[in-house]
């Protein structure tokens, strides 16, 4: 009998460490954890999970309970330290194995290692798009800029297949335990109708998306073109908030592009779609790389950024109440619904670093409470390369104004979220 630990990872297929738990197992029982971090406060007050985000993980994971029951199981839901609680269910229900996927980043590995100590766990490696085992290079040799990496592995790997959804996963008699959670989190908004990610949590609404941006509305065809847009769901993919909890997985988004480029089209806007995951695919070995340098003011560079700790200050950026409008739209974007568009998130972080001088580990940090797609490695990696304190030391300052004239001329989007213009 084996627990399975869903993390990072909230789906059936392609879901390599539950298909070896069943495999390896008579009986399964799939548990989801919440780690006390997820409700602790930022010292400038805000919780490190927004509502927008734990409004998204309750809808995933009420999808992928569903999903669980239709195959005759179900899903624990827990409050406390896994080191704690994996072990307490496992003597309940006479589990001696934990199955589940590593996770790339500082406190996610402690949390592996503390649970580790109290029980066997089997982890596997699931998030990438590329496999860790199959990068042409190790690890702590990974070139030092996105170019190399990229040029490395579409040269020398190759992206393995998707597993196969399961269909049973035998469980136990005992009713699932499932602990109130939702009171941790207090806030609660109701969806903004102005939102550019009107969409819902959990696979079923992410395979959905999938289905609507590549072949019911062929969006995928004209990505490059459409990519640095900032109003409306069809500018950009808005795969992310799935990727980041695993409800969607790299390798399923990869294989319907394959069969979207031999169907309908194959140009650079195709390309682009799977550049972006090795983006995304090159953050998470970095982290893995550079462990709580990651999350440290000097930065992968271990250097001095100059920048300060005025509240006031980061007050006006945070609630879009600086002398940017642009800036200040896609702040208000942000707390309003959880969404940023990437060209967004880019000047937003630009103008709090480069302009207001701020620490960036604060501008990282409310955008850790604030987004729907949170990954700590995409989050504070792409923090990192705008202050110029990551991998690449080029300075990434951003001319907002001038970013503005470009991508909203009409001022649509600062109209719509700032109602001036
Ligand atoms: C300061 C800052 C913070 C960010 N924080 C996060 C974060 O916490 N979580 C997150 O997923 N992305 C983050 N990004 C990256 C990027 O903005 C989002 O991934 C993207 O806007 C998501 O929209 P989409 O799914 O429509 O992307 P698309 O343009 O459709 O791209 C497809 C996928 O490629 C990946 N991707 C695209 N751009 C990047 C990038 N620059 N870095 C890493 N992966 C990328 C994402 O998984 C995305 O879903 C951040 C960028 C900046 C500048």
Not at 207 to 230: I, S, V
Not at 231 to 236: A, D, R
């Amino acid at each position: 009998m084996g627990l399975f630990w869903f993390r990072s990872d909230l789906r059936l297929e392609d879901n390599e460490a539950l298909t070896a738990a069943i495999a390896q197992c008579e009986k399964v029982v799939p548990v989801f954890c919440f780690s006390p971090r997820l409700w602790e406060k930022h010292p400038l007050g805000f919780s490190r999970t927004g509502a927008h985000r734990i409004q998204f993980l309750k809808e995933s994971l009420d999808d992928l309970q569903t999903a669980l029951q239709e195959l005759g199981n179900d899903l624990w839901i827990v409050v406390g330290e896994p080191a704690e609680k994996l072990p307490e269910i496992a003597e309940k229900v006479g589990a001696t194995v934990v199955f589940g996927h590593r996770e790339a980043a500082t406190e996610e590995i402690r949390e592996e290692e503390a649970v580790a100590n109290k029980i066997d766990l089997e982890l596997y490696w699931g998030s990438t798009l590329y496999h860790l085992e199959d990068l042409p290079m190790p690890v702590a040799s990974l070139p030092a800029v996105f170019g190399g990496f990229r040029r490395k592995v579409e040269k020398k790997s190759s992206i393995r297949e998707v597993f196969a959804r399961p269909t049973a996963i035998p469980g136990v008699d005992q009713p699932a335990n499932q602990e109130a959670y939702l009171h941790l989190f207090p806030e609660f908004v109701a969806k903004d109708k102005r939102t550019a990610f009107p969409f819902k949590g959990g696979s079923n609404a992410a395979l959905a998306r999938l289905k609507e941006y590549l072949w019911e509305g062929d969006h995928l065809g004209r990505y490059k073109l459409t990519r640095n847009g900032l109003v409306g769901t069809n500018y950009s993919s808005k795969f992310s908030p799935w990727l980041a909890n695993g409800s969607l997985s790299p390798r399923t988004i990869y294989q319907e592009v394959k069969r979207y480029e031999e169907a309908r089209v194959k140009n650079d806007s195709t390309y682009w779609l799977v550049f972006e995951l090795i983006w995304r695919d090159f953050f998470h070995f970095v982290s893995l790389q550079h462990g709580r340098n990651l999350f440290l003011y000097q930065g992968l560079q271990r250097v001095d950024p100059r920048l300060g700790k005025q509240q006031a200050t980061f007050w006006k950026w945070a609630e879009g109440r600086t002398k940017d409008g642009f800036v200040n739209a896609n702040q208000l974007e942000l707390s309003s619904t959880g969404w940023m568009s990437n060209r967004g998130r880019q000047n937003a972080a630009s103008y709090l670093v480069h302009d207001m001088g701020i620490d960036w580990r604060w501008g990282a940090a409310w955008f850790e409470s604030q987004l729907l797609d949170y990954d700590p490695c995409s989050n504070y990696g792409n923090w990192q390369y705008v202050t110029g304190i990551g991998n690449d030391t080029r300075t990434k300052k951003f001319d907002t104004q001038w970013q503005a004239e470009r991508y909203d001329p009409k001022g649509r989007f600062q109209q719509l979220w700032t109602g001036m213009f």
